[in-house]
């Protein structure tokens, strides 16, 4: 009997999806488990696979099309059609969807082999799935010898936009349609200024000690680690160092109350192709220096090759942000509710201080701490600041308070 193939629950605060494209066209032939359709949510894509063998009997909501949880994409009916009867209609992304659709691949890894012509059965990956990385690494490869075939001719560019005649030269404009997930980042981040009482303190640290210990330690950290010692893990252990003496930074407001965590689950925004994502280390106070710098790499993998799961995602109670990556020398973060706090770190520059009378040279940070002012106090959160800034400043103080 005919199945609907259907929105499924993809975990908390997830309401609504974005049909990114079908992989197969009505009237071809299903198999259990075999990928549908890709969905694309604010936080992470989803592939939709079959319940049951048989035919993809009818597309209900073509790609490009905003759905709910629950809502009905398409039927599943039985038999073992192969080609579609010519009177039905197929979507425009049903038409290009690749002849190995089977193959078990990411999203933007489907999307990388479509715009640049690479055969998805032909990729060798080192995972259960094919991800963006090893297209890249696919196309960078070089030709394996002199005779070998040439590469297939580059897909047709879309029409130039249209030119529009004015002042002392032509100028042009074209239009895009905003992913799901940087519509749902504009709208959270304006929620966000308009639920919450938003205020950002700043304060500077020297970065010298920590630069130092990182260079003594760096070579014997990675050989028995197998991965190398950042900044980032500093200020995460000094967050959570913090956090214990300002608990109200480590909560949430729910009606009335405040709701005070006493664990640590530590959000680090990563960049991510459709924008800033924000996974979670969970249980941050039982970590290592090896285990926050492991898990922080991990999610950067992830975002790039756009393996990040709901997991991943969900929750946290604290976040940190890192402009200085990007160059940024001093920004005011936007909270992530229902989150009361978000340190924002910036890029190192050596800057002149006064030090004992005397002024030297020093690599120097500036941080910023957002917060919601309904919970926490002005004072309360400069304290808190300048705590971060003792414990980076003396890293052995930071060692004994984890």
């Known amino acids: 009997m005919p199945v609907n193939i259907v929105v499924p629950e993809m975990g908390e605060s997830i309401v ?8 197969k066209n009505e009237g071809d032939a299903v198999a259990v488990g075999e990928p549908l359709v890709e969905l694309e949510t604010d936080k992470v894509d989803v592939e939709v696979s079959a319940t049951q063998n048989g035919v993809l009997q009818k597309i209900t909501q073509p790609g490009g099309a905003d759905v709910k949880i629950g809502e009905v994409l398409g039927v599943i009916g039985e038999g073992a059609v192969t080609t579609a009867p010519a009177d039905k209609k197929v979507t425009a992304a049903a038409k290009t969807a690749p002849a190995a659709a089977s193959v078990a691949a990411t999203p933007s890894a489907r999307k990388a082999a479509r715009e640049q012509n690479v055969d998805l059965s032909s990729v060798k990956t080192e995972g259960p799935r094919v991800t963006k990385a090893d297209i890249e690494r696919t196309t960078n490869a070089p030709a394996a010898a002199a005779g070998a075939a040439p590469p297939p001719a580059p897909a047709a ?9 004015g002042g002392s030269g032509a100028r042009s404009e074209s239009r895009e349609r905003m992913s799901k997930r940087r519509a749902t980042i504009a709208r959270r981040l304006v929620e966000a200024q308009h ?3 938003m205020l950002t303190t700043f304060n500077e640290v020297d970065m010298s000690a920590v630069m130092a210990l990182r260079e003594r330690q760096k070579e014997s950290f990675k050989a028995t680690h197998g991965i190398g010692l950042g900044i980032a893990s500093f200020f995460v252990k000094a967050a959570v160092a913090a956090l214990r003496e300002f608990p109200r930074l480590n909560a949430e407001i729910q009606g009335d109350d ?3 965590k006493h664990y640590y689950d530590i959000g680090v925004a990563v960049g991510a192709p459709e924008g800033l994502v924000v996974p979670v280390l969970r249980d941050v106070d039982q970590l290592s220096f090896a285990g926050i710098e492991g898990g922080i790499r991990d999610f950067a993998k992830k975002a790039k090759d756009n393996t990040l799961t709901l997991e991943d995602l969900r ?9 200085g990556v990007f160059g940024s020398l001093m920004s005011t973060p936007i909270l992530n509710p229902p989150q009361v706090g978000i340190l924002g770190l910036h890029a190192i520059k050596e800057r002149p201080v006064g030090i004992n009378g005397q002024v030297v040279l020093r690599p120097m940070m500036y941080t910023a701490l957002t917060y919601d002012h309904r919970i926490v106090d002005g004072s309360e959160a400069v304290r808190f600041l300048v705590r971060i800034k003792e414990l980076v400043e003396d890293p052995g103080a930071l060692l004994v308070q984890s």
């Open 16 to 23: 609504d999806a974005r049909v990114a494209r079908w992989l």
């Open 157 to 165: 560019k879309p029409p130039a936009p249209a030119r529009v005649a």
């Open 195 to 197: 639920t919450a009482a």
């Open 258 to 260: 405040m709701v005070l």
């Open 315 to 323: 929750g946290g109670t604290f976040s940190i942000t890192n402009g």
